[in-house]
């Protein structure tokens, strides 16, 4: 008996201490900071936008009824880092700012070219236990990092995943951007055979509008978002943007291409046919010849023809198989062109260092110090396999029938 | 001593359950970089040998645990001060691991919540289950072991659905020759996890089945061992080398990346209830070893009297022990050299020897 | 809690001392012989028992010798005492010459099954109030006994707390005899022991203990005869006094004994080795030992085919799980872990709570004592006035309370999912627990949210993991582990792989199903039904 009194006495001892709820965090004392805006002013200091949401405006549920309001506020403030914006904002909050739910940091294009100033951000945001670093990271173009996070959209009520959902949208339907998150940022920082790429997004239309909820009554809004281009980060700062078609043959390298469309041209029709592949894969292999490293790139995929503007017999095996060899003739250029792109800038975006680290670690060693130098003048093979399994629902394309031609 | 009797699928279990503890929380092995793994079964094979020394030790005292056939050993006297130095150490290591556990909340996700409080609800958790006595510690380590095993698989499969894993991660293998990897294998990761076996030779005369004993603790570790080794494969290939070496605890980064259709993410539940089940094993079985030292030591008849008082020390040097995390990582490093050596090692060594020629006189003399 | 138990044990104290004094002056009458004259033996029943007025006393007359009847009216039949005693003491023709008028009444006109010759006062009393009737003669320091037990009993209805689907619908009544032949109907073994004690120094209450000799383990059997004759008590009035009485720990929210309605589920019981203790009076019926598996095991996951059951069970232990951390889960996540919670869920909660006036613990407080005040009240009221309750309860909590926005639509769902997931233990006093154990680790979620529940969840498998009952460890097949007694445990085999009986509490014969009972197609049929196949 007497030690439970003991046990007892230890526990009623913790009770008081107890009734301070330190980590407790009611939700309706949450602002959730869905996207970061990170521009840098002419003091020097960092201008960070906190795009928050304003749940009942969201919800359809009870109470709120949605659209009764505006789905987000954003409020800005400033500082020398990261941390102090964050807490001046809270000057202007009635809530404290929750970083957990935030999908998206928005960088401005004068942010990103300045030296280091991208870099200063990122330990800020990589440290803190709330905030995810499976946060996708952008890059506005020729606007500010502000501007994009203030504009409204239509079909999603919150404009985050707009942005987020494209993008995952666009890697899968179209190669041309893919998802770069904080953490795929910062590999690619660190590593020495890799350097990071980071998407483009470009407020498109009347900039004044976006942010307006009129803007929102349009069926063609006035502003609207849309991805753009590649940019490319060698040594923490931007230096080139590479645009949609080259910017695809990035993706197609880097193994991140589930689907595209390749449009060529058939018996000198300009654009005739059009393939769909629905399955990609990308291996990368390195050979040595005299020492020197050699990149191998061989792409497979299979898909379907979704479009034929001529008259054509997509039955004849043969002919299929002619249609394979241009695709593959069609992407090999693209990649090489994307290649040739990266190498101009003497950035190795593809990560065909750490490649070389992993199948000969004693040469790397070497090369590591100017690999990118080193990669500029590289020899990089490409091979394609195209399969085109099917042709959807029709054989012959009406055009093998039509009378007039 | 408690007169109570533990299964040798007990034993096996709390094994496991105390290898696996806190070697499983943090990034072992990282100074090797993407060969962590190879370090980490180098140390079990390390630990392996090692282990035989302690069991040698048990079989000439199958009966007595270790503070009891130190004093047969050396003397009653200066087995009574190495018994009492040995209790002190394993106090010292319960603190030091519930200090782990706790500086892990406060870091994650208890950022404002005192580590005193963290750390004092854990210890009364711990003090309960130790008063209740080692057979219910067992029985509690076989329903934990089964939910262990069972959330293991789970978040495996989380993490491989996720399409997380990238094994190319793991290459190049033995990038700076096969040195640094013994090195850090052999004199690293044998003391932690795998020489705190030392903490057995205290329970190992409970078990029931004498002969088990020897099979049902190297299963253990081996099965530990490739436990640990697995998490650590995954978690570089996830997390890559580089963000494995920067993590203080590369687990929590690992689950943390788990995504699946937007809906399944942030799963650090699973990691906290591992946490709390491998924490509480680790403590209350180096807390449970102090306890019974101490009881063998001071020749008491209840060891219930003892419990509250060794909880308490164990809570207080948890917070004391250092005032900031790299205060406590440093001194970490300090311990495997000043105490886990000579305490897991060395000293056991110098009783085998010295126990061997005891026991081959009487051999003789007998003869 | 220590200065709780304190209280009680002086409590206790006082009440044992209060059965002593009981008995230095007993209640009871001295064992007395009884007399030759039966006018007196008459008058000092009269005086014992003083005039109560159910008690009846008919003189009569064989032949030259005269005698009274007694019985007490409502117990004993009083058709049965007309037809088979009077009608034969009336028309009986005792010879003249002297015979032993006692061996006389005794062969001649007692027309009963059951007939007994008691001497003393205790035996008189103890006949006379289980509805026998006593006689006494004069000129004999003996009575007859007959048994004329007749009271009216509950006939056998269906279970109303254990139901089942495919199983027996028959269950326990208030009558000892009714229920301890309930259950030798489904054991027609002579080795189904039923050895009968009285407890209660007052109520003097029958008790049966049932076992299977051979099956039982003697140990068990024996600890359970120990402690249910330690008890000492004025009365036993329901088989909840014996279950709090010979339980391993008080200190306790688990049930560490079993008890139910059914005699199908006592039955499997008993054949598993447990032993039953039945309470006259009492339609439930007490087995142990219990384990905690145990009270997710319904009749009917075994009348059904194993790999239903199995999932049925399954569910059930899930159920368990989510009434008792089903709150503290959402009080963990919307106060601590709101990054856990995918987020367009979090707006969605966010936005429903955002006029919510109370913190989450309050809010969830509020609805489950609302939900416990409700279903206590719907327990004990009429039927018809139950249902007003709990349209009332479903108007207040459903409706009302989210529009006038006292509380979030989520916590409502919370509520009822936690509710109903309640209501699947088949046990009550499991259930029960849940109920308990929930309000306490809504408190720890509070404090300190997942780590607060996986502490709490800690303590409570450790507790777990301490109980034992009657010996036999109470997370039995679980820890200790056993591999060959997961046959009932989470699944449940097939009948014909479930070879053995439970080792932990059975002992002697264990063979439950014979080899190769595993059903299967005649070998040549299979044949035959290939080649129709082919025709």
Redesign the interface.
Known sequence: ?K??????L??TM?VP??SA????????D?A?V?ALGIDKGEDDMYHVSFQI?N??N??T????GGGQGLPIAVYKSTGRTITEAARNATKKVSRRL?Y??T?LVVVSEEVAKEKNSLLHIMDGLDRD??F???TELVIARDSTAEELVTTLTILDK?PV?KITKEIKATEAMLGENMSVTI?DF??GI??TGKEPIVNGYRLVGIKEKARLAENLQTTTTDAFLAADGLAVIKDGELIDWIESNKARGVIWVLDKAKSTDITISWNGKKNGLSMVPIRSKTKVATAFKNGKPIINISIENEGWISEANTAIDLTDPKIMEKIQKLVERKIEKEVLSSVKEAQKLRCDIFGFGENV?????KLWKKLESNWNDYFADLEVNVKVDSYARREGVRTKPFWSVLKFK | MEKVKISGYQLFVLVVLFEMGSAILLGLGSEVKQDAWIAILLGLFGGIIVFFIYYQLYKYYPDLPLTSYLQKIVGKWVGRLLGLLYIVYFMYVAARVLRDFGELLTTTIYNSTPLFIINTLMIVTIIYGVHKGFEVLARVGELYFIIIYLTAILGMLLIIFSGLIHLSNLAPILENGLNPVIKTGLTQIITFPFGEMIVITMVLPLINDKKKAKWVCLSGMVLAGINITITAVVNISVLGVDLYHRSPFPLLTTIGRIQIADFIERLDVLFMLYLVIGGFFKIAIFYYAALAGAVDVFQMKNQGKLVFPIGIIVLFASITIASNFAEFIKEGIAVTIYLSWPFQIIIPSILLTIAYFRNRKKQTSSL | MSILSKMLKNKQKKRQDDNYRQKQDPQKPEDLPILRDYQENISHLKEEVGNSSDINIREFKLGSHKGALVYVDGLASSIAIADYILETVMESNVPDEPVDIFQFMLDKTMALGSVKTITNWNQVYDALFSGDTVIFLQGCNKAISGETKGWDKRAITEPTTQLSIRGPKDSFTETLRTNTALVRRRIKSPNLRVDSIKLGAVSQTDIAILYIKGIANDKIVAEVKERLNRIDIDSIIGSGYIEQLIEDQTWTTFPTTYHCERPDVVTSHLLEGRVAIVVDGTPFVVTVPAIFIQFFQAADDYYSRFDISTGVRLLRIIAFLIAVIGPSVYIAATTFHQEMIPTTMAIAIAAQRENVPFPAFVEALIMEVTFEILREAGLRLPRAVGQAVSIVGALVIGQAAVQAGLVSPVMVIVVSITAIANFSTPVFAMAIAARLLRFALMGLATILGFFGIMLGLMFISIHLCSLRSFGIPYMMPLAPFNLKEQQDAFVRFPMWAMKSRPMFISKGNMVRTGEHQKPGPPKQSENQSTNGGEE
């Open positions: 008996m030690k439970w009194l003991i046990i007892l230890a526990l913790t201490l107890l709820c330190w980590n407790q965090k009611e939700l309706t949450l959730f869905l949401v749940p009942g969201v919800s549920g009870q109470g709120g929750y957990a739910h999908n236990p709330e995810r670093t499976t919150l995943m953490d910062m590999n660190i590593s680290h992993k199948t000969n670690p």
